[in-house]
């Protein structure tokens, strides 16, 4: 049973997940069709490191609209993916029909502990989101890979130029293609 401070803290993520859900789902198609790809290269980089091959179950947290779920798929994973995004899922689930993908919060996974022998997040854990890989562990069987990347700081990784530039000629539409 809850307190009352738990329950409005309760609350407040809650707000928080669905209104960062909001913003980065805005332009969908826009970051689906025109930028996710930028991230390719860290996506084969990590799943050499997390060993994605065939028959593993790799979750993908923050998995936005499910590019790197639908190439390890194609390399025989069981895949499943978790995002705020109503509007990221939606593309995810139609380039990943058979993956197990949820509109939720990175903060509470709806698995059961010991679900996943990898665990990966894109760009998507951010400075404060500590708890996220706690559940991260959570979720992972015992001796299981967590393959995390973030932007660095300086050329080439610093993509704020980008992102600035991306959100000054995104388009409004919300519906994916
Ligand atoms: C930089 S994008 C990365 C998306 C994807 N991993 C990629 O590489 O294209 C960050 C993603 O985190 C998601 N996100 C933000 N807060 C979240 C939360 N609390 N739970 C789940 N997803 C979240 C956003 O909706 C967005 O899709």
Do not use: C, F, Y
């Given at each position: 049973m809850s307190n009352i401070s738990d329950t409005t803290a309760d609350a407040d993520r809650e707000h928080d997940w669905r209104e960062a859900g909001d913003a980065w789902g805005h332009a969908a198609n826009d970051w689906a069709y025109l930028y996710e790809h930028y991230a390719l290269d860290v996506m084969v980089a990590i799943f050499q490191q997390i060993g994605i091959a065939d028959g593993v179950r790799v979750l993908d947290m923050a998995c936005g609209s499910g590019l790197a779920l639908r190439h390890a798929e194609a390399m025989g994973a069981t895949t499943a993916g978790i995002d705020a995004a109503a509007t990221l899922v939606e593309i995810a689930r139609d380039r990943n029909p058979d993956a197990d993908l949820r509109l939720g919060s990175m903060f509470e996974l709806p698995w059961e502990d010991g679900t996943f022998d990898a665990v990966m997040s894109i760009n998507g854990i951010w400075g404060g989101c500590e708890a996220a890989l706690a559940e991260a562990n959570r979720v992972l069987q015992p001796g299981g890979m967590i393959g995390l990347s973030f932007w660095g700081t300086?050329?080439?990784?610093?993509l704020r130029g980008c992102f600035k530039a991306f959100a000054r000629h995104a388009s409004r539409s919300t519906s994916p293609a």
């Open positions: 300086g050329t080439p990784n610093d």
